[in-house]
Structures are given as structure tokens and as C-alpha cells.
């Protein structure tokens, strides 16, 4: 009985041990300016990190990402589950980035903001801790921002053709083309490219009347006005008969009622 009572408390110690081992990895303290790569850095980047302050060291990364840390103690850092928590990560990035790009001016800074990162990454990997994906973002002038819209139709060209005597351009197209304006062109599965078309000028780009404006212009003068004066002469001719008759009749009439 006493073996086995003595068994259960093992037993029941166990798990208790486990979870005080768990507790004190996870109460470990941030110990970056131990690394050799963090010494090599310039001093003005090690500030950011760390800043010595009347015998006291402030961990500057811990207060950026809100972490405790105690400044004045042989432990003064923050505890490494919230130095490198995932979600704090990136925030602990953005600082390191501002920080050094406003500390270091001597240079090109841009090395200094790549090397304290990449120390910071390493710290927390090496502690277990994955490193969160950095994402590096850049500004494009307003002309490389535009989007390029690509389409799978082959390209069309276009001239204009003269076509002799009758001074009408009329378009010659290599490719596809659509004689609606604007055409577009859909491809499914792919961008679409819409483009507008002009339609060619006649007459040479000048304004006024095109040729074939003009010729019918011109037959319609030819024909119409002697067309309408024959048809005036041949009223008149009518009426004037219509009185002849008329003074006929009445003639006839008058010469009856004197033979009468």
C-alpha cells in the first residue's frame, strides 16, 4: 500500500513539473545584445534597440510593441514569448525601420534598417519563435503604377487608302477588324481590351462637300431646273388652251343666237 500510494504522488508530480517547466520557458528574458551581429552594428542602430539611460537599460523594442520590461534589473527585458509574439512581429518591424532610418543618417540607411531586421528575425527563430513574413513595399511614380491591360487578339493596323478620282479615303486593315465605333474585343479567361476608332475623313481633311456630295449636287441642277421649266411651259400651254376653248365655245354660242 505504501508503494502504491508513493507511485500515485509520482505520478500526480509529473504533470505539475511539466507545467512549471512550460512556465519557465515561456518567463525567459530577451537577450538580443548577446549576439555577435547585434555588436556589429552600428551604434546608432543599437540604440533602437537598447538605450542606456543614468545605469539603466531601457528596452526600446519592448516599449514600441507594448511589452514589460524592467529597466533598472539584471533581467531587464521583456520576456520572449511577447518580444517575439507573431502578431507583434511586424508592429516591432515598423519600429526598427523609423527608428533607424531617423537615428542613422550617416550613409545609406537602407543597410542599417536590412541589418537590425535581420537580427531581430534571427533572434526570435532561433528562440523558437517563427519569424513572421516581411513584406517589403515600395512607391511607384504615378506612370509605372498604371496597370497594363494585355489582350490575346493580334494587333490591328490601319491605313487609309486613296482611292483615285474620287478623293474618298477609306480605311485598309491588317488583322480583325469591327466596323462599329467603338469596337471592342472580349476574351474569356483573359483581360479584355477595349479601343475606340475614328472613322477616316473624306475629302481629303477639308471641309465643305465631299466629291460624290458634289456630283449629285450637280445632277440634280442639270435635271431638276429643266425639268421644272418644262413643266411650267407645259402649264402655261394648258391654261392658254383652256381659254381658247372656253373663247371658242363662246363665239359659237354668240354666232348661233344672231342666226336665230
Not at 517589403?136 to 490575346?152: E, F, G, I, R
Not at 479584355?192 to 456630283?215: E, F, H, M, N, W
Request: charged letters at 10%; proline letters at 5%; a negative charge.
Amino acid at each position: 500500500m505504501y508503494f502504491l500510494g508513493h507511485c500515485q504522488k509520482i505520478l500526480v508530480s509529473i504533470p505539475l513539473f511539466s507545467a512549471s517547466l512550460t512556465l519557465a520557458q515561456g518567463t525567459t528574458y530577451e537577450t538580443i545584445y548577446s549576439l555577435d551581429s547585434w555588436s556589429s552594428q552600428k551604434p546608432c542602430a543599437q540604440q533602437c534597440f537598447i538605450n542606456t539611460s543614468l545605469g539603466c537599460h531601457i528596452d526600446e523594442v519592448a516599449a514600441a510593441i507594448g511589452c514589460e520590461y524592467n529597466d533598472c534589473s539584471a533581467n531587464y527585458g521583456a520576456p520572449n514569448d511577447c518580444y517575439c509574439r507573431a502578431d507583434l512581429q511586424s508592429v516591432a518591424q515598423s519600429y526598427l525601420t523609423s527608428c533607424v532610418s531617423a537615428q542613422c543618417t550617416v550613409g545609406d540607411s537602407s543597410i542599417d534598417i536590412s541589418s537590425a531586421g535581420s537580427i531581430y528575425n534571427y533572434y526570435c527563430s532561433s528562440n523558437g519563435f517563427p519569424a513572421a513574413a516581411v513584406v517589403a513595399t515600395t512607391t511607384l511614380p504615378a506612370t509605372q503604377a498604371t496597370p497594363t491591360v494585355a489582350s490575346s487578339s493580334p494587333p490591328k493596323t490601319s491605313s487609309l487608302v486613296n482611292n483615285g478620282d474620287t478623293g474618298v479615303s477609306s480605311p485598309s486593315t491588317t488583322g480583325t477588324f469591327s466596323n462599329e465605333f467603338p469596337s471592342s474585343s472580349v476574351d474569356s479567361g483573359s483581360a479584355t481590351t477595349v479601343s475606340a476608332s475614328t472613322p477616316p475623313s473624306q475629302g481629303g481633311g477639308r471641309g465643305g462637300l465631299s466629291t460624290s456630295d458634289k456630283i449629285a449636287l450637280g445632277i440634280g441642277i442639270c435635271f431638276g431646273i429643266p425639268s421644272l421649266v418644262i413643266g411650267m411651259a407645259a402649264c402655261v400651254i394648258a391654261i392658254r388652251q383652256l381659254y381658247a376653248m372656253k373663247a371658242g365655245s363662246e363665239d359659237k354660242v354668240r354666232r348661233t343666237s344672231m342666226v336665230t
